[in-house]
């Protein structure tokens, strides 16, 4: 069976698609929430759209102790409060997958606009945040939270990596790519999530305009990116 994931702040849009369409790949799943109430709810909700899914549902640091790979799905202005709370729980060998965006909505802006972030973008804030050991990727920005939580929906999109180290980006990969209808590329070191996180405002107005829920796919590259 493969190792499960923990993915904090799960019971939210982005995370709970993630959850069921890993659940239903066949991988074991733990759903993080502030409330652990609220994660044995999503737990459920995965549970009963995926039945034959590994559901189960705790606060955010007990769901960060039970995984050597977490996604972090929280909003951009929890992110600083989520990981100052979850930095006694990771360790060593971890690694975050860190999926946040720092758009301007998380301080009463435009989804379509991103605020600067000093240490260049929401991951590299996440790299600074972490114990010393612990791997940080940065991924899913662009893949449509509807869409994943949608199991009747045939995705077919990439998912943009960004991280220093090829083994941890090819671990994200392992993952991601067991949900039918993900590629992973590699977009080079973390800090060119600086890049990467801006396509989700772009996609917002796309999304906006044409009524629709866009991805990216990136063309000529060989079969095994």
Same mark, same amino acid.
């Given at each position: 069976?493969?190792?499960?994931?923990?993915?904090?702040?799960?019971?939210?849009?982005l995370?709970?698609?993630?959850?069921?369409? $890993?659940?239903?790949?066949?991988?074991?799943?733990?759903?993080?929430?502030?409330?652990a109430?609220?994660?044995?709810? +999503?737990?459920?909700? +995965?549970? #009963?759209?995926?039945? =034959?899914?590994?559901?189960e549902?705790?606060?955010?640091?007990?769901? #960060?102790?039970?995984?050597?790979?977490?996604? $972090?799905s929280?909003?951009?202005?929890?992110?600083?409060?989520?990981?100052?709370?979850?930095?006694?729980?990771?360790?060593?060998?971890?690694?975050v997958?860190?999926?946040?965006?720092? $758009?301007?909505a998380?301080?009463?802006?435009?989804?379509?606009?991103?605020?600067?972030?000093? !240490?260049?973008?929401?991951? !590299? !804030?996440?790299?600074?945040m972490?114990?010393?050991?612990?791997?940080? /990727?940065?991924?899913?920005?662009?893949?449509?939270?509807?869409l994943?939580?949608d199991?009747?929906?045939?995705? =077919?999109?990439?998912? $943009?990596?960004?991280? =220093?180290?090829?083994?941890?980006k090819?671990?994200?990969? #392992?993952?991601?790519?067991? &949900?039918?209808?993900?590629?992973? /590329?590699?977009c080079?070191?973390?800090?060119?999530?600086?890049?990467t996180?801006?396509?989700?405002?772009?996609?917002?107005?796309?999304? &906006?305009?044409?009524?629709?829920?866009a991805?990216?796919?990136?063309?000529?590259?060989?079969?095994?990116?």
């Open positions: 069976m493969p190792d499960r994931v923990s993915i904090i702040g799960g019971s939210g849009a995370g709970f698609g993630l959850a069921v369409r $890993l659940g239903r790949a066949g991988v074991p799943v733990v759903i993080g929430s502030r409330d109430g609220r994660a044995e709810e +999503a737990a459920a909700r +995965a549970a #009963a759209a995926v039945p =034959d899914g590994s559901f549902g705790f606060d955010n640091a007990s769901a #960060a102790g039970r995984a050597e790979l977490l996604v $972090l929280v909003p951009f202005r929890s992110q600083s409060e989520t990981l100052t709370n979850l930095r006694a729980h990771l360790r060593p060998g971890q690694l997958v860190d999926a946040s965006v720092p $758009l301007a998380a301080i009463s802006g435009k989804a379509t606009r991103t605020i600067g972030i000093w !240490q260049g973008s929401a991951a !590299q !804030q996440v790299a600074e972490v114990p010393e050991g612990v791997g940080v /990727v940065s991924a899913l920005h662009t893949v449509s939270a509807a994943l939580g199991l009747d929906h045939a995705l =077919d999109e990439d998912v $943009l990596l960004c991280g =220093d180290k090829r083994a941890d090819d671990r994200v990969t #392992a993952l991601v790519e067991r &949900i039918d209808g993900l590629r992973c /590329v590699d080079g070191k973390l800090e060119m999530a600086r890049l996180e801006q396509l989700t405002p772009l996609l917002i107005g796309v999304n &906006i305009r044409y009524k629709t829920h991805g990216i796919r990136i063309t000529g590259l060989p079969e095994r990116a």
